[in-house]
């Protein structure tokens, strides 16, 4: 199973980016719940967002509530991070993750694969 996250880059505070995780290799990515993590200079990955499987069921930190979105497109195999209004400490790297099942949850412990990350700078 492969993950590659996409979609980053240096914007202005205020900004918009979506990011994509495509995934390949997986049977049923569309039984797998999906996560997105970030990691800043210097600080411990962090949980962003995750969907289960049905995406039904999605859980933000508290910090990005109301400015991200996350979504899927199981027919494209592909997992998305909207992110609106972004702010200077949205800077890091973001990765994201796939499930060892099919529910939604905030800890990496029950990622069982990884992709390589994306990098996101908010400049104020």
């Known amino acids: 199973v492969q993950l590659q996250a996409s979609g980053g880059g240096l914007v202005q505070a205020g900004a918009s980016l979506t990011l994509l995780c495509a995934v390949s290799g997986h049977n049923t990515l569309s039984h797998v719940g999906m996560g997105w993590f970030r990691q800043a200079p210097g600080k411990e990955r962090e949980f962003v967002a995750t969907i289960n499987w049905r995406g039904d069921n999605i859980l933000y930190t508290d910090s990005v509530k109301g400015r991200f979105t996350i979504s899927r497109d199981d027919d494209k195999n592909t997992v998305y991070l909207q992110m609106n209004s972004l702010k200077p400490e949205d800077t890091a790297t973001y990765y994201c993750?796939?499930?060892?099942?099919?529910?939604?949850?905030?800890?990496?412990?029950?990622?069982?694969?990884w992709g390589r990350g994306t990098q996101v700078t908010v400049s104020s």
């Open positions: 993750a796939s499930g060892r099942g099919a529910f939604s949850k905030r800890e990496e412990y029950w990622y069982e694969y």
